[in-house]
């Protein structure tokens, strides 16, 4: 039996290329090992030989010896994985698989640079295309039913080189996401589904796996009881582990309690915005924003970082929503932020919304990255959406609040989260935004004040 040579690439934008010859030793910590890979590798027949490119931190051998490429991408990275996909196709005659969201949700764009694409989750799919490929009938879609996570195969992480990437191992117990945030693309590309993975068997992996550990779950806690199993589990396993997941775990003091026993040092918490006609135009109305102070006060009691995601450009902003939110950063004491430019990516609600509208007006897709702005504002230009977003960055990330964020998360978190997670997030984040130019077109923008009548006060959002 012949044996197939898979080379399955993670292709990068041109930005993160760019910055990739300049990096520092606090980049590390944004070089998260390519999950989804290391399964669909594992997931392939005995006699298929997989080599893994992570374009992030390596180069693309174009003339290696392989029977099949494959690329698993976002929206962003597309033109970038079109490229590579034509190169391979059109100078070496070798066919092509594309998969991953974009694919999923844009299956004509990707087919016509592509052989084949997979749609959804491809693990149990791995198996029926290499025989296609063998047997030299490889089909245009592979599409089906998404595989049970019980069946997942143990991933070979010898595949990637660690020093590489972040000094942190990642790993996943659930999938997907129930709700239906309009803005979303992981529900989309889950079709609003949630599945968890056999805590067994989540236990047996991190038990091969190093101390600190990231859960790469798009909502850890969405069933409850689940979670309340899984935390019990692996809290003997003494892990320092860190996730993502929504504004309820503050409402829930034994989830909350049981999460911080397990080894929860830091969670990635979706915020969005401090405007509830935002919220719940985005079908997210159960984020609250007069409570958001309340939640981070008892994640940080709780000896939990967080870290806040914030989106910009919404129907109810307008260019005082900048000061505003940079405000309620500051008091609310947040440990890291994430202060992202709306981007409607394509398959969601959202996207549809404001194609119907005529809104679009951008369809390159490298710069559906959180960066670029690329609709029609309701209440700015799209020049003052993005300098703005830039501008809370820059000052967030400024110097002397940066310190004062690491001095201040002494107080709350251990020496070892501090060390490990805030400094290099911090730090690594306003190296990044320097050597991108964002943070000096951010401090070169002077965005309005805040509305007197409606900003953010901390007494009013119940922090003690």
């Known amino acids: ?202 236990v047996d992996e991190l038990r091969t796996l190093r101390t600190r550990v990231l859960f790469v779950d798009d909502n850890l806690i969405v069933d409850r009881d689940y979670a309340m199993e899984l935390f019990a589990a692996i809290a003997p396993l003494k892990k320092r582990w860190y996730s993502q997941c929504s504004t309820s775990i503050a409402d829930d003091a034994e989830l909350l309690r049981r999460a911080a026993a397990s080894g929860c040092r830091g969670l990635f918490v979706g915020f969005e915005s401090l405007s509830e006609p935002n919220l719940d135009a985005w079908r997210k109305g159960f984020n609250r924003p007069r409570t958001y102070a309340r939640t981070v006060k008892k994640l940080h009691n709780a000896g939990i970082a967080v870290f806040a995601g914030i989106v910009f450009g919404m129907d109810d902003d307008t260019p005082a929503v900048f000061r505003r939110t940079l405000e309620f950063l500051d008091q609310a004491e947040l440990d890291f932020a994430a202060a992202n430019v709306l981007t409607p990516f394509p398959g969601t609600p959202l996207y549809d919304e404001m194609e119907r509208a005529g809104r679009i007006f951008e369809r390159d897709w490298a710069k559906y990255d959180f960066n670029h702005v690329v609709f029609h504002p309701q209440h700015m230009s799209a020049a003052t959406l993005q300098h703005g977003a830039y501008w809370v960055r820059a000052q967030f990330y400024d110097r002397k609040p940066v310190a004062r964020r690491i001095m201040r998360s002494l107080g709350y978190l251990d020496p070892g989260t501090v060390l490990h997670a805030i400094v290099p997030l911090n730090v690594g984040f306003r190296s990044r935004m320097g050597r991108s130019g964002t943070m000096q077109t951010g401090l070169e923008y002077c965005p309005p004040p805040a509305d007197p009548h409606d900003r953010w006060s901390p007494v009013s959002q119940g922090v003690e």
């Open 1 to 202: 039996m012949s044996s197939v040579k898979f080379l399955l690439i993670h292709p990068a934008s041109a930005r993160a290329r760019a910055l990739r010859g300049r990096r520092r030793p606090t980049d590390r910590i944004f070089q998260q090992s390519v999950l989804p890979c290391l399964y669909v590798a594992a997931a392939t027949p005995p006699w298929v030989h997989t080599h893994i490119v992570d374009e992030d931190v390596e180069s693309i051998d174009f003339e290696a010896d392989v029977d099949l490429v494959g690329l698993s991408f976002m929206t962003l990275s597309a033109p970038r994985a079109y490229e590579v996909a034509d190169r391979f196709r059109r100078e070496r005659g070798i066919p092509v698989i594309m998969g991953g969201f974009h694919p999923t949700v844009c299956p004509e764009d990707a087919l016509s640079h592509a052989d084949a694409i997979c749609v959804g989750d491809a693990e149990n799919k791995m198996a029926q295309i290499m025989v296609d490929l063998r047997a030299g009938r490889l089909q245009r879609i592979y599409d089906g039913p998404p595989p049970d996570l019980a069946d997942l195969p143990l991933p070979n992480r010898r595949l990637l080189s660690r020093w590489r990437h972040a000094p942190i191992d990642t790993i996943q117990a659930t999938r997907g996401c129930p709700y239906r945030c309009t803005f979303c693309s992981v529900t989309a590309f889950h079709n609003h589904t949630y599945r968890t993975r056999p805590v067994e068997q989540v």
